[in-house]
């Protein structure tokens, strides 16, 4: 490949660096560790290259010591099949003095490149450098890092806006402003909720326009990210695929129902190919399936996985039967929200069959989470405050909590303590 092309494509990137107004600081905290690759992962279009821009743009003061390709940009396709060498040659001929200072080298969508991982592994051995990544591709990225940078990366999950993004982005960054805006925060939490949290649907006005994108993006994810990386041919029952499991949100799902829905539409697959797509769709942070409780592994494969995804409003925009039902968006949403949390989650059922949504944490320091959107109907603050008390008694915890769009109280149950919470301020941490 041409240098020059590489190197005009490093001074252009440099420029937009310096541009940075407007951007919201997200609730991420990163480290940079000397001969540590920084990785961030998550779905396209959830914000990584702009984090990781606002972090060098805040941290580096002379924008000559950046190195930042976006390997999704058509002038770079070469770099997808030749030796990547070539991007430290150009960057050192435009910077020769810089071989004694420390430089940034920025590589967004890195999975695209080949043979990214030897290059990567090469210029921190070699180098003075400190090494940023964003991919849209879990397994891609770990498997590489696992063989060849064993011990020498540090990766973190990027998500979508959280709630409390989502009004720092409208202008409600400090505790004081929502307080003194209840208004304000209270429509926007509703709109978050019809919406979600990619935030450049801040930028379109149209509820029309919002549909076609969050469809659009999960087209995307299922095209590039899957049938492209995989190298499948059938595109069509992909897609079917992927919407089937977005309408199943917060829902269980079977690898023998969804084959039998698929085989009633036409498409020859098997179940063992069901599970490998599933595993795709997880890769690339669209869908994310999670297991029950259990420290049996026969109890785990035989009961059924719950459903959620990287945002509730890609569901949503997919399936219509979901668009108003606020209470499987708010599952989703408080999902998400403990994902973002670095939790280790699980769903759990007791012995009297009670459903509880989401168990965080290992044996012996676990925490209950149950959600439902309204709990002012007496038979169904009985059923929930009983699943609640049940769980706690058989996983010896001490207490739980509810979240809900309305109440907020605390319930004490037999020396058990039940926090009801409201959404929006679980969700900013109120």
């Given at each position: 490949?041409?240098?020059?092309?590489?190197?005009?494509?490093?001074?252009?990137?440099?420029?937009?660096?310096?541009?940075?107004?407007?951007?919201?600081?997200?609730?991420?905290?990163?480290?940079?560790?000397?001969?540590?690759a920084s990785v961030l992962i998550g779905i396209r279009r959830a914000g990584k290259s702009t984090y990781i821009r606002k972090f060098i743009a805040d941290t580096v003061r002379d924008k000559e010591l950046v190195c930042w390709l976006d390997f999704a940009d058509d002038r770079l396709i070469a770099l997808q099949s030749e030796e990547p060498g070539q991007i430290a040659d150009a960057y050192y001929q435009l910077y020769p003095e810089n071989h004694d200072r420390t430089v940034v080298f920025f590589f967004d969508e890195i999975q695209l490149v080949n043979n990214w991982a030897l290059f990567v592994n090469r210029i921190q051995n070699t180098e003075n450098c400190q090494v940023f990544i964003t991919g849209s591709s879990a397994k891609m990225l770990s498997t590489e890092l696992a063989t060849e940078l064993a011990g020498r990366t540090l990766s973190w999950d990027l998500f979508p806006y959280s709630f409390k993004e989502y009004l720092a982005a409208c202008s409600l960054s400090m505790r004081r402003d929502v307080i003194a805006n209840r208004d304000k925060a209270g429509f926007l939490f509703a709109e978050y909720m019809k919406w979600g949290g990619f935030p450049e649907l801040l930028l379109i006005k149209t509820d029309v326009e919002k549909t076609k994108y969050l469809q659009n993006l999960v087209m995307d994810v299922v095209t590039r990210d899957v049938a492209m990386r995989y190298k499948i041919q059938d595109l069509p029952m992909l897609h079917t695929l992927i919407i089937m499991l977005l309408g199943c949100m917060a829902r269980p799902a079977t690898v023998n129902k969804l084959r039998q829905r698929l085989s009633g539409m036409h498409y020859n697959t098997s179940g063992e190919w069901i599970s490998k797509y599933i595993g795709y769709f997880n890769d690339a942070y669209i869908i994310f399936p999670v297991e029950i409780l259990s420290s049996n592994s026969a109890v785990r494969s035989v009961n059924p996985k719950k459903i959620y995804c990287a945002d509730h409003a890609l569901a949503t925009a997919c399936d219509f039967n979901l668009f108003n039902n606020t209470g499987i968006a708010l599952e989703n949403?408080?999902?998400?929200?403990?994902?973002?949390?670095?939790?280790?989650?699980?769903?759990?059922?007791?012995?009297?069959?009670?459903?509880?949504d989401f168990v965080t944490g290992r044996a012996g320091n676990l925490s209950i989470y149950q959600v439902c959107a309204d709990l002012s109907d007496e038979e169904t603050r009985k059923r929930e405050l009983r699943a609640v008390k049940e769980a706690c008694l058989e996983?010896?915890?001490?207490?739980?909590?509810?979240?809900?769009?309305?109440?907020?109280?605390?319930?004490?149950?037999?020396?058990?303590?039940?926090?009801?919470?409201?959404?929006?301020?679980?969700?900013?941490?109120?």
């Amino acid at each position: 490949m041409n240098l020059e092309t590489i190197q005009t494509v490093i001074l252009q990137n440099q420029k937009i660096l310096s541009r940075v107004e407007g951007l919201v600081a997200r609730d991420l905290e990163i480290q940079a560790i000397p001969h540590k690759a920084s990785v961030l992962i998550g779905i396209r279009r959830a914000g990584k290259s702009t984090y990781i821009r606002k972090f060098i743009a805040d941290t580096v003061r002379d924008k000559e010591l950046v190195c930042w390709l976006d390997f999704a940009d058509d002038r770079l396709i070469a770099l997808q099949s030749e030796e990547p060498g070539q991007i430290a040659d150009a960057y050192y001929q435009l910077y020769p003095e810089n071989h004694d200072r420390t430089v940034v080298f920025f590589f967004d969508e890195i999975q695209l490149v080949n043979n990214w991982a030897l290059f990567v592994n090469r210029i921190q051995n070699t180098e003075n450098c400190q090494v940023f990544i964003t991919g849209s591709s879990a397994k891609m990225l770990s498997t590489e890092l696992a063989t060849e940078l064993a011990g020498r990366t540090l990766s973190w999950d990027l998500f979508p806006y959280s709630f409390k993004e989502y009004l720092a982005a409208c202008s409600l960054s400090m505790r004081r402003d929502v307080i003194a805006n209840r208004d304000k925060a209270g429509f926007l939490f509703a709109e978050y909720m019809k919406w979600g949290g990619f935030p450049e649907l801040l930028l379109i006005k149209t509820d029309v326009e919002k549909t076609k994108y969050l469809q659009n993006l999960v087209m995307d994810v299922v095209t590039r990210d899957v049938a492209m990386r995989y190298k499948i041919q059938d595109l069509p029952m992909l897609h079917t695929l992927i919407i089937m499991l977005l309408g199943c949100m917060a829902r269980p799902a079977t690898v023998n129902k969804l084959r039998q829905r698929l085989s009633g539409m036409h498409y020859n697959t098997s179940g063992e190919w069901i599970s490998k797509y599933i595993g795709y769709f997880n890769d690339a942070y669209i869908i994310f399936p999670v297991e029950i409780l259990s420290s049996n592994s026969a109890v785990r494969s035989v009961n059924p996985k719950k459903i959620y995804c990287a945002d509730h409003a890609l569901a949503t925009a997919c399936d219509f039967n979901l668009f108003n039902n606020t209470g499987i968006a708010l599952e989703n949403m408080v999902y998400v929200q403990l994902r973002r949390q670095g939790n280790e989650i699980h769903y759990y059922k007791t012995s009297n069959g009670y459903e509880i949504d989401f168990v965080t944490g290992r044996a012996g320091n676990l925490s209950i989470y149950q959600v439902c959107a309204d709990l002012s109907d007496e038979e169904t603050r009985k059923r929930e405050l009983r699943a609640v008390k049940e769980a706690c008694l058989e996983l010896e915890c001490k207490s739980a909590k509810i979240i809900t769009l309305r109440q907020d109280e605390c319930v004490e149950l037999d020396g058990i303590t039940v926090s009801v919470v409201k959404a929006d301020d679980w969700l900013m941490g109120f």
